[in-house]
């Protein structure tokens, strides 16, 4: 199925005084993939990033008619 995945670049920095700042950078891309990845804890909901879930998800339909 092809789906949105969330990928996660994270960058740590050393600020003065030894205190660490952790910046992450989220982006999105569409892939397939034979298993349902889970949208629910994509950090951009508003985006429109959001797969189907498992109910939502047809059989083929050469599945269906067994």
Avoid: C, I
Avoid at 4 to 9: A, D, F, G, L, P
């Amino acid at each position: 199925m092809f789906q949105w995945r969330e990928n996660v670049q994270k960058r740590k920095e050393t600020k003065v005084g030894g205190a660490e700042k952790t910046t992450r950078t989220y982006t999105y891309d569409t892939a397939w993939s034979s298993t349902l990845v889970n949208s629910d804890n994509f950090k951009d909901k508003a985006a429109g990033h959001e797969n189907p879930r498992a109910k939502e998800a047809k059989a083929p339909p050469s599945a269906e008619m067994v």
